[in-house]
């Protein structure tokens, strides 16, 4: 038993209610005229939920840190030679390279901290002129040394940890030729200026 009309204007059952709704909208006019189809617009229900737009995404950066490291921080570095063993058949360098006095002793830092975490600056000393490019993350200081000489100084990387108010860690350095490896110690602490 169907509730609609028969002959001509019949109309199948449709699984889809945006189908049953234009097709009802479509005979309607021609089986009961103008006044029926206003009614089925007006009482008819929505053929289909109305779909939201989701809301508008919004990049969200980290979590900002507690700020901590944000600022200019000024420090020293001692430089000691690293003596890698290798023996001298498989690429090592004899022992009286190793130990040379050359890019030992203290140096100097000075980075620059953003909001974001990255950290920009400088090193010279014995190991040359360095830029220092990095970034702080949950207390973690990471950053390479990149050798301002063209073809002298020494180019490496640094870890440090946040140790109170200062950040201490350690790094590793080699010459541009590969024939000289340092290493070393870094003590930093926020300038006041």
């Given at each position: 038993m169907s509730d609609h009309p028969s002959g001509p204007c019949r109309a199948r059952r449709w699984r889809?209610?945006?189908?049953?709704?234009?097709?009802a909208l479509a005979v309607v006019p021609a089986c009961h005229g103008?006044?029926?189809r206003r009614e089925l617009e007006t009482t008819a229900p929505?053929?289909?939920p109305a779909v939201r737009p989701p809301?508008?995404?919004t990049p969200t950066a980290t979590p900002p840190q507690d700020g901590w490291y944000v600022g200019t921080w000024t420090g020293s570095y001692q430089s000691v030679p690293h003596r890698i063993e290798l023996p001298p058949a498989q690429g090592g360098l004899p022992e009286w390279k190793v130990?040379?006095?050359?890019?030992?002793?203290?140096?100097?830092l000075t980075l620059v901290a953003s909001a974001d975490g990255t950290v920009t600056g400088h090193a010279e000393g014995p190991l040359g002129k360095q830029e220092v490019r990095g970034a702080f993350e949950e207390g973690v200081l990471s950053a390479r040394l990149v050798s301002a000489g063209a073809s002298s100084?020494?180019?490496?990387?640094l870890v440090a940890r946040r140790d109170g108010d200062r950040v201490v860690g350690t790094f590793e350095a080699g010459s541009t030729d590969g024939h000289e490896a340092r290493t070393g110690t870094i003590t930093l602490e926020k300038s006041t200026r």
């Open positions: 889809r209610p945006a189908v049953i709704l234009s097709a103008k006044e029926a929505s053929a289909a809301p508008p995404v130990e040379g006095k050359t890019g030992t002793g203290p140096g100097t100084g020494y180019s490496g990387t």
